[in-house]
């Protein structure tokens, strides 16, 4: 394949969303006959990239070439007459029609007068039998599992003569042998000579799949490489663009002085508060073992999207598990609710501060005392007097910039605005709190309050599970850090003795 | 010496002006004003047999199904919900009870009922109370928008209305009955007791409870209500119940006051008034803070405004043109974009925080 032209080639792709640069000059080569992998993570841009080559948002510049001519697909319909055909990760088909009538979907086998059903039929049969799918073509698409309406989206995209077919993360859904079902799938078709692109985060699915890996970063083009010659480590340090450094001070080091005075706290410490066990979900993680003592901070790595969010919403009732157990004390739990977590005494600020955080038109004061009037339940209302107590301490003791505790919480800073959230959770005196990316986009003075705040409580003897994209803040704010890979815990390091490096090693699993 | 007590009101009159209630109240007064000025015996109130009469007691007492509905819709829309069911479910309040005492005419026993009064009252709200669980339901637990599921009890209600009463308007002759809607108590009409008490009741509800921040909540957002541990969908399930308990309850007056019950006519288009009423008084369709007194004076200016075009004698073909206008002010007064437009043009910048 090296020899010969790419088939198709994007080159110095920008485009600008307003308030986003989502890519500059970005660009990708694809040859017939290949499987080449897209990687980066969340907001790299390769969505966007994706959406550019297929004629939903066209770029602002740049050029694409398919095989020799450069081309400037307007609309996905362009781009599938040109032969680029797309599977997105939520299968589009209309879920009623049979799968013949889905494939032919608006150009179906048409006689002079009239649809010709029965070649419709032997024609879509013959398409999915090519892929080695044998099945009634004639029932309704909803009838069959993801996987196969996957197929048959791919064979849709066969019947257009399609020569490049992209995937976009087509296995975030499927149970793992159909991920295998899938890959014989795309090797036949690679076999045949298909471009195949495959969008995906699975770290093991590429190194599977692909031949090639194409990186993307920050909206720019990181590197193309061969599979062969990459190794797991190098493609996650170059997916998440840092040399790995020497790691920093780590925070049961930096707490020895104190600790250090007498050696017995450390063994206090021990008592396992939470402990999950085979935790799991469908469409989610998958045999999670955690144990998140009181008095220690559990830091949790992964990639974006590699299932730490999931585990925590579990944890926190926000997502019901469907395997496994969860133990507090000992003694079995369920939690069924974010309620039921919140009276065993667990508190979550969540990832999305806007959406699933602060109640926007609420005032500071509301806001705060949220969680804790909920655990108390509706009859047994703080007074306003108690509420003002408890806002102003809050207030004063972290440092929370407002103009008084009645203005909407909206109105605030996005750093004061999780101060408010770490409020509302610390005034419900919790036993372990949960934290997912607590600080992401704020200040670095806000940054540190909070974590100066939630290490002080750690050391009180609260149990904390730390969620952070940034791998040296999960290193200093972590006693121990349970490493996340493709939605499954791969393994845990003591922070004491972890650098950038081990974890990342971790994280991209396998040889390194 | 009057110089210095001048702008601790005046800034008391701004932090009032920013108050929910301030403009409905504002818009009710000139009503009145205009009644005063285009007729005297507006607000003559005469004292026969003990008891209260004149307009103002009749728009009060006139406006009190509606306040009532009002009330009810003010909590499920500040859930950013909508319950467009209430009329329908007057009229089944108001059947069931009607067709429970019985619609027989026997010369001489007018005070003889086939149940007894309170088992009939309690059957009416019982079944409004159970309709709302539905509503509840349908939203809270399956899923529905809110404007579906309850439009679907919007035009079945009326069929349960008449399946019923048997497709006949029932003629209620039993005179206790009466009281409900017609009666004086103390001098003032009943109506006013059951307006009062329900306010009071609910006023107590959510806000000696913790209720009314739980359901502003979940109007603002309720994924993040449900991350602080609210039960959310507990929680709009019974506004839903509470709101058709209201509307029975209005049904019931109604049913009282024109002493029938009509499957096909009670509380119809009832639902527009309620809303508008809720809107008027100043609790926003997009759900969060919400006030309970605001939608009784959009109630009020509702009904006044009926009362008042009726009185000054507008032909009946441009009443409702002339209500719309009225209604269209008020709309625009209670729009946040333009109160701000009109601080921004005001005298001081204070108006901006």
Redesign the interface.
Known sequence: MDGSAPILEMRGISKRFPGVQALSRAGLRLFAGEVHALMGQNGAGKSTLIKVLTGVSPADAGQIVLEGKEIRPQSPIAAQDLGISTVYQEVNLCPNLSVAENIFLGRGETGTYKIKWKDMRRRAEELLRGLHIDIDVTAPVAEYSIAIQQMAAIARSLSTQARVLILDEPTSSLAEDEVNMLFAVIRRLKAQGMAVLFVTHFLDQTFDISDRITVLRNGEREGEYPVAELSRLSLVAKMVGRELSERGPNRSETAEPEAGADAEPAEAKAAVFLSAENLGRRGSVHGVNLDVRSGESLGMGGLLGSGRTETARLLFGIDRADEGSIKIDGKTARIGSPMDAIQHGLGFCPEDRKVEGIVGDLSVRENVILALQAKRGVFRILTRKRQQEIVDAFIRLLGIKAKDAEVPVSTLSGGNQQKALLARWMATDPRMLILDEPTRGIDVAAKLEIMQQVMDLCDKGMAVLFISSEMDEVIKYSDKIAVMRDRRKVGELDAGHADERAVFAMIAGGES | MSEPAAPPLAARLRHLSKGPVFWPLVVLALMLLFNLATNAHFFSVTVRDGHLYGSLVDVLNRAAPLMIVSMGLTLVIATKGIDISVGSVMAISGAMTAMLIGGKYVMGQEDIAAHPLWLCILAGLGVALLFGMWNGFLVAYVGLQPIIATLILLVAGRGVAQLISEGQIITVYYRPFYFVGNGFLLGFPFSYYIVGALLVLLLLLTR????G??I??IG??P?????????VRL?TFWGYALTSLCAGLAGLIITSNVKSADGNNTGLDFELDAILAVVLGGTSLNG??FTLVGSVLGALIIQTLTTTIYSVGVPPEITLVVKAIVVFIVSILQSDRVRAMLAARGPAGEAVR
């Open positions: 000696k409870t913790a209720l921040l739980f502003e909540s603002v957002n994924v993040a209500a449900r991350f602080a541990g609210l039960r929680i969060g803070r």
